[in-house]
Nanobody, 125 residues
């Protein structure tokens, strides 16, 4: 059974930092791309970052570039998102997601086969 379990969300003030994590099981984690996506309140899916299977390639949405850093530890089957200089508009539920392959999904929500349950990040002014 595939499981993606996020943790580390919480409430912070604008300008603060958080690191969220996603532990994967039931997948060949070290062989697949992983992504972070989010759903702001009252809004739809928003892709924010992806990372290649070996961590050598990373991609970011313009809205988070320079502030967020994606990384992974394949020995721990864990994906991370370090979020710095948080803004109120970063308030959202954050999910790790994957196509369970090396196919890039990016903005295409329908291409993701597996999602975590989400972790809430709330940024206050």
């Amino acid at each position: 059974e595939v499981q993606l379990v996020e943790s580390g969300g919480g409430s912070v003030q604008s300008g603060g930092s958080l690191r969220i994590s996603c532990v994967a099981s039931g997948l060949d984690f070290s062989r697949i791309h992983m992504s972070w996506v989010r759903r702001p309140p009252g809004s739809g899916f928003e892709w924010i970052s992806s990372i290649s299977e070996d961590g050598g390639s990373t991609y970011y949405a313009e809205s988070v570039k320079g502030r967020f850093t994606v990384s992974r530890d394949n020995a721990k089957n864990t994906l991370y998102l370090q979020m710095n200089s948080l803004k109120t508009e970063d308030t959202a539920e954050y999910f790790c997601a994957t196509t369970n392959s090396r196919i890039w999904a990016g903005y295409h929500e329908e291409r993701y086969n597996y999602w975590g349950q989400g972790t809430q990040v709330t940024v206050s002014s």
